[in-house]
Structures are given as C-alpha cells and as structure tokens.
C-alpha cells in the first residue's frame, strides 16, 4: 500500500522534482495546479446532492472547523487556551444558528435548499447543552458546507465565511 509519500490515492506526490517545484509555488503564494491530487479531498461516490443531508453535516462539521482553526492560527495569539476558547466561540450550535442567519440573507435558491435538507435532516438527538432549535440551525450549516466542499466550492465558502468575519463574528453584537 503506498503512503502519501509516494503519492498514494489522493495524494500529492511530494517528493523529488514536483514536490520541490510545489513547494517553491506555494511558498511564492502560488496555488497548485487544477489537475493536481488535492491531499484534504476524496470524491463521494456520489453527486454531492444525492448525499444524506446527515452526512453532507458530518464532513461539513470537520470542514467548518478547520477552517476556523486555519483562520486562529492565521491570527497572532496561538495560547491554546484561547485558541480554544475562540473556536468554541465559533462551533457551537448557537454561535453556528447565528452564522446561518447572517448567511440566509446571501444564498442562492440552490444553497437555500441544501439548507432546508440539512435542517430537515433526521440527524439524531441534541448535545445536551445545545437547544433543539438552535442544533437543527447548525447541523444546516454544516449541510451546506458539506455539500460547497464536495462541490468544490471553495470560493464561495471562502466568501460566506468572509462576511461573517466583516461583520465581527457569529454574535449578533459583534461578540464571539
């Protein structure tokens, strides 16, 4: 079975010539090529909208989250512990409700739909801190990011995420 290191499946091949020429390419803020293995994706075996809204949530659940720990560490306080409180601050079912209704407002009628899938999602019971209402809400977000990442959509959600950082964050008045 062959590992990342020799550019197993899905996996950029990151030794030898092509790996120093990637390297040197996003060191110089270059992005790799279209046609290149991207090592954070694997295909579904399925169209993303053929998926279970429950799952598109799962992956979209690990997405989010990544992308709010890229976002942290991008920033100039790495302490873990506030590392760890931003991030909480992020991906909890309220703060993800309250991303959600200050994305509703921007999506298409296509998003729209995924959104009401993935609320509408049979995703089993609520964390028992989290509010009913408030769990359906992000388990919506996370349906909509799953399916933008497995459409390769990374722009958009780029975008989506964005705005919600212009605006301050997921609370309301400005607050984590």
């Given amino acids: 079975m062959s590992g990342p290191s020799e550019g197993g499946p899905g996996f950029a091949k990151a030794g ?17 090529a279209a046609d ?3 090592w954070l994706y694997f295909e ?3 169209p993303a909208h053929l998926l279970n ?10 997405v989010f989250e990544l992308m709010i720990r890229q976002r942290l560490v991008a920033m100039t306080n790495h302490k873990p512990h506030h ?16 991303i959600l209704e ?23 019971a609520p964390p028992k801190n989290a509010d009913v209402a408030d769990y359906r809400q992000a388990t919506a977000l996370e349906c909509l990011v799953g399916y933008l990442y497995y459409e ?17 964050g997921p609370g309301h008045d400005g607050t984590k």
Avoid: C
């Fill in 44 to 46: 579904p075996d399925k």
């Fill in 83 to 98: 590392l760890h409180r931003e991030a909480t601050g992020w991906v909890s079912a309220k703060a993800q409700r309250r």
């Fill in 36 to 38: 290149e293995p991207d």
């Fill in 152 to 168: 390769r959509r990374g722009e958009r959600l780029r975008e989506l995420f964005d705005y919600v950082i212009r605006l301050g």
């Fill in 53 to 62: 809204p429950a799952v598109l949530a799962y992956i979209g659940d690990a």
């Fill in 16 to 32: 030898g010539a092509e790996g120093a020429e990637l390297r040197a390419a996003t060191a110089a803020g270059e992005s790799r």
């Fill in 102 to 124: 200050r994305w509703e407002p921007l999506l298409t009628e296509e998003e729209a739909d995924i959104v009401r899938r993935g609320r509408n999602a049979k995703s089993g």
